[in-house]
């Protein structure tokens, strides 16, 4: 079992960047897949970056590909999420969640482990 704790969201103007962190607590961090997700009131969780437990493999929406860039630390048992040129569109709560396995995952069900969330606003 793994608990998650986000931290990093805050208020920055169109253009500005802020970088997610991930932390869990538990064992065995380094056999997880994790994923970020976000969800905007109103409107359904969305998808947003995923990597395996080796790193080896990313996966991004093609919303966050050439802006966002997911990583992960195992001996820090984080995994973060640095985001770029942000737009009021990417206005949300980001959550990361995990599961263990080989390779990534996209759909939010497939994701045992949820943190919070961290509130990111992007204003113009």
């Known amino acids: 079992q793994v608990q998650l704790v986000e931290s990093g969201g805050g208020a920055v103007r169109t253009g500005g960047s802020l970088r997610l962190s991930c932390v869990a607590s538990?064992?065995?961090?380094?056999?997880?897949?994790v994923g970020w997700f976000r969800q905007a009131p109103g409107t359904e969780r969305d998808f947003v970056a995923a990597?395996?437990?080796?790193?080896?493999?990313?996966h991004y929406a093609d919303f966050a590909k050439d802006r966002f860039y997911i990583s992960r630390d195992n001996a820090k048992q984080t995994v973060y999420l640095e985001m770029n040129n942000l737009n009021v569109d990417d206005t949300a709560v980001y959550s990361c969640?995990?599961?263990?396995?080989?390779?990534?995952?996209?759909?939010?069900?497939?994701?045992?482990?949820w943190g919070q969330g961290t509130q990111v606003t992007v204003s113009s």
């Open positions: 969640a995990a599961v263990v396995g080989g390779g990534v995952a996209t759909a939010a069900s497939l994701f045992r482990y």
């Open positions: 538990g064992s065995a961090f380094d056999t997880y897949i």
């Open positions: 990597i395996s437990w080796s790193s080896i493999t990313t």
